[in-house]
């Protein structure tokens, strides 16, 4: 299974932009990379996903590398409802399969 | 309004007992899937199940069963052979497994503490 590698943590001011990569080194044709975020004791949210082409919407941007072997997801002016874990997956066909990695925690500084 | 709702928020088990945990959505998808998810790690994969009656083992499957009698129902049951049942529970659902490029909605979980 495609695998995907984020740091550990980050840290972030309020209202200034956040990048959070993520690299997918082994990723495959079919792969869409998805990313999803989790607040303390509560199921994980559905944030952006995308496959080639780089993707906007209201939370956030994608942005993803010519060879997608890595992508970024652009939180544009960071709030302190921001503060949380982040995953990068990867799902295709074989969904069901989705490995979600440890994440990165963001924490959003006043 | 549409969702996926798991139940109880909070479950206490006894040692050697086995327990279900409930999982229901009206968002007429045909995958759901079950994760669970230890303090300060990510989610694990335990079954999923693409369409009624028709479930799949995932990574850590040993000690757990599951059943998809109707779309909308997909309960997980920690049996007593799972060592370590102490976690937080998530279920989850997605239009199709087939249709990766569609987002998957999670529940709020469940906190299974074994005394």
């Known amino acids: 299974d495609a695998k995907t590698t984020q740091p550990n943590s980050m840290e972030s001011n309020e209202e200034e932009p956040v990048h959070l990569p993520c690299n997918h080194s082994?990723?495959?044709?079919?792969?869409?990379i998805h990313w999803y975020r989790q607040l303390p004791s509560q199921g994980p949210e559905y944030v952006i996903h995308g496959l080639t082409s780089n993707v906007n919407n209201r939370m956030a941007s994608l942005a993803i590398a010519e060879d997608r072997k890595s992508s970024t997801l652009i939180l544009h002016r960071a709030t302190l409802r921001d503060a949380a874990v982040y995953y990068c997956?990867?799902?295709?066909?074989?969904?069901?399969?989705?490995?979600f990695g440890d994440g990165t925690t963001l924490t959003v500084k006043p | 309004d549409g969702g996926i709702t798991q139940s109880p928020k909070y479950l206490f088990r006894k040692e050697g007992q086995n327990v279900t945990l409930s999982c229901e959505q009206n968002l007429n998808h045909d995958a759901m899937y079950w994760y669970r998810q230890d303090p300060g790690q990510g989610l694990r994969l335990i079954y999923y199940?693409?369409?009624?009656?028709?479930?799949q083992k995932g990574d850590i499957a040993e000690g757990y069963s599951v059943s998809r009698e109707k779309k909308e129902s997909f309960p997980l049951t920690v049996t007593s052979a799972q060592k370590n049942p102490t976690a937080f529970y998530l279920c989850?659902?997605?239009?199709?497994?087939?249709?990766?490029?569609?987002?998957?909605?999670f529940g709020q979980g469940t906190r299974l503490t074994v005394v």
């Open positions: 989850a659902s997605s239009i199709s497994r087939q249709r990766p490029n569609t987002e998957a909605f």
């Open positions: 997956i990867l799902r295709d066909t074989n969904a069901g399969k989705s490995t």
């Open positions: 082994t990723i495959s044709g079919t792969d869409y």
């Open positions: 199940s693409q369409i009624v009656n028709d479930f």
